[in-house]
């Protein structure tokens, strides 16, 4: 039974010490840095949504020549 409350207790510690762990080794990014992330971002919303509308301009003109 011991061995069960232990190991309860270990995991939420394990936890907590991997957390902290990570926090101190994560950095705040350079100006710089953020502005290409932010690029990178647009950039790919901007991809997606370009595929997405080709993708529906496709498929309306089936959907209407299924219907007739």
Known sequence: MSDKIRE????????IRD??????????PSEKEFI????AVGVGFAVMGFIGYFVKLIHI???????S
């Open 36 to 39: 290409q992330i932010c690029r």
């Open 61 to 67: 003109p089936m959907q209407v020549s299924v219907a």
């Open 19 to 28: 957390g902290n762990q990570f926090l101190t080794r994560c950095t705040k």
């Open 8 to 15: 309860f207790i270990e995991v939420p510690q394990q936890f």
